[in-house]
């Protein structure tokens, strides 16, 4: 048994051994009839609220106009969906609060990316996501920043690639989007994230671990598309860690290269 550190909670742990938490344990009839019953419950909220979400919306009271949808639902928007672009960045985003969205968030999954620590790389998708009058200043400034002692310190070599025997992780998954301004051609994005950096293998000494933060971008409707004109990132929102038990170097390593990333859209 153990006590949340700050909640004042208390959360017991189960006894280790056979795998099965159940394996040993007595049921009686009474509680199998109160979960069946739970369960059938469950089944018929969920049901109720599939055929509420699919209802005909002829006679919706809701705003007109409206183009982003709640947080709790991703809305079909009518509008096309976004296309391949240069270095592989979706493109062809909708003009519209939505389009914003969906560009912050696959900007997002970009930035946060391992191409990103290849110059060679880098610049391509620099390319494809800023606006054209910022392009030669983020190039700078990123290649100040991603310094042959920065690589050092993430494990990667001095310039850039990955040793022998490891798999470098650089992941950034969007958890949500929130528009915090928007006019006909400019839009401030603010995108929840959680990210995955280190280096997989049985001799790293840079384990991949998780973190979360909220991205902010300033995007500017340029040449038939939203493009980035000012980003910056803070720390946080940060869920309570769960007791999941951490993947061993092979299945990390295993479920980089096996499994691929999303396009997102609104």
Known sequence: ????????????????????PYG??????????RS??????VVVLLIAAIAFANRGDGDSDGEEGA??????????????PVS????GIPAGFAHDRQGAESAAANYAVALGSAEMFNKAQRDPILQSIIVPARVADFEARLDQAYTPEFNKNVGLKEDGTTPQGLTFVSRTTPIGTKVIESSSDTA????????????????????????????SMQLEWTDGDWKIV?????????????DERASNADEMAKAVQEYGGFTYAR
């Open 1 to 20: 048994m153990s006590l949340g550190d700050d909640t004042g909670r208390t959360r017991t742990r189960l006894p280790e051994g056979s795998g099965d």
């Open 24 to 33: 040993g344990a007595r049921r009686n009839g009474r509680s199998s009839s």
């Open 36 to 41: 069946l019953v739970t369960v059938v419950g």
């Open 67 to 80: 183009d982003s949808p709640k947080a709790a639902a991703t809305a079909p928007s009518g509008e096309k």
């Open 84 to 87: 391949a672009g240069a270095a």
């Open 188 to 215: 401030t994005v603010e995108v929840w994230c959680s990210g995955l950096l280190g280096l997989a293998g049985e001799s790293s000494t840079n384990p991949v671990t998780n973190s979360w933060f909220t991205i």
């Open 230 to 242: 000012t980003h910056s990132q803070k720390d946080g929102p940060t869920p309570v860690p769960g």
